[in-house]
């Protein structure tokens, strides 16, 4: 059985050095689609698919489901730059995150930026026990990312991706008491 995340995320705004994060709007269907177009993107995660069309992203920003679900703005001007959120696991007070920037962005640490906001929400505001996130193990800048928020290495598996089939990944966990010491010590 799915658990759902809580509900009091309406209108949720996140704000962190250079990104604003906030709900997906249907504003946002137009440029989503055009960064979520890229095979090299799709090739990387789990349900992206390519070709990614306006109609996708309609979809997408009209129903995502029991997902909160960031668009990564640049505060300066509320560029989107990809997407960032979480879905409940299948475990009480577990959640998976999830993330991607569109390749004009990547290297710049947007996504390291954007996850960080976005696993200190789950755990200060939706109280989460654990967040879990996975990755392909071919994508080194994923695993970067993962490494930098502070996740521990839990194992490998296959995961079905709707762009590249079957592929090998890696799983990582994150409990609330590793997120309580990284935030002490200032990592986060």
């Keep these: 059985m799915t658990e759902e995340l809580p509900a009091e995320r309406d209108d949720v705004s996140i704000e962190s ?9 249907m504003k946002d269907a137009e440029p989503l689609a055009r960064l979520a177009n890229d095979h090299h ?12 069309r306006v109609a996708d992203a309609r979809a997408f920003i009209a129903d995502h489901g029991a997902e909160i679900v960031f668009a990564l703005c640049l505060k300066k001007d509320d560029r989107l730059v990809g997407c960032c959120g979480l879905k409940p696991s299948g475990r009480q007070g577990h959640a998976e995150l999830g993330y991607w920037v569109g390749r004009t962005y990547w290297g710049r640490g947007i996504a390291t930026e954007g996850a960080q906001a976005v696993i200190d929400y789950g755990f200060s505001h939706l109280r989460l026990d654990a967040i879990d996130v996975s ?8 695993r970067r990312v993962i490494r930098k928020c502070g996740f521990h290495f839990c194992g490998s598996g296959m ?30």
């Design 135 to 142: 990755c392909r193990v071919v994508n080194e800048a994923s």
């Design 17 to 25: 050095g250079r990104l604003r994060l906030r709900p997906l709007a």
């Design 41 to 52: 993107l799709a090739a990387m995660l789990a349900r992206i698919p390519h070709p990614y």
């Design 159 to 188: 995961i079905e991706s709707v762009s590249a089939g079957r592929v090998a990944s890696e799983h990582f966990v994150m409990d609330r008491s590793c997120w309580a010491s990284l935030k002490a010590w200032g990592r986060q």
